[in-house]
């Protein structure tokens, strides 16, 4: 964001049909976030008439291609457990086995406390050791 509090406009790029776009943090246009919501929808309906389906049958039988149902998975939109999946989803920081998002509850949690420390704090340590003076490198040793 600008300092006069308005959102800045990138024109990029959709990821998913190539269209260029107004985007503000978005990596796919609006047009394609709609069929995406779409899609979303008739996995989230499959998924509630036949729990325990597989990502193969979901794929088929709703046209939505696997890789976009482990994408909702991967963004916690879906919850494995709903789901047969061949494959178990890992924590990107400890490798730890997951049911959806991308961090386990743990490292979630870590990151979290990490973003939410006071960062005045962080930086008064910081000045803090820049303050110091280290001379023992100036003493000769005999």
């Known amino acids: 964001m ?3 509090g308005r959102l800045k ?7 998913e049909c190539g269209k260029v776009f107004a985007s503000a ?15 979303f929808e008739l996995v989230k309906e499959y998924l509630w008439d036949h729990p ?27 919850q ?10 890992k924590c990107k920081t400890c490798g730890r086995e997951i049911e959806s998002g991308v961090y386990c509850d743990s490292c979630r ?3 979290i406390n990490d973003f939410n420390s006071n960062p005045k704090e962080k930086e008064e340590e910081k000045v803090n050791e820049h303050e110091k ?8 040793r005999d």
């Open 109 to 111: 949690n870590k990151l």
């Open 9 to 15: 406009m990138n024109l990029i790029n959709c990821q």
């Open 25 to 39: 943090g978005s990596k796919v246009c609006p047009d394609c976030r709609q069929s995406e919501e779409e899609k």
């Open 80 to 89: 494995s457990e709903g789901l047969d999946i061949e494959y178990s989803l």
């Open 2 to 4: 600008e300092i006069t």
């Open 52 to 78: 325990n389906s597989t990502v193969p049958t979901v794929s088929e039988a709703t046209g939505v291609k696997e890789t976009m149902i482990i994408k909702f998975i991967k963004e916690d939109r879906l």
């Open 133 to 140: 003076m280290f001379l023992g490198d100036r003493f000769k």
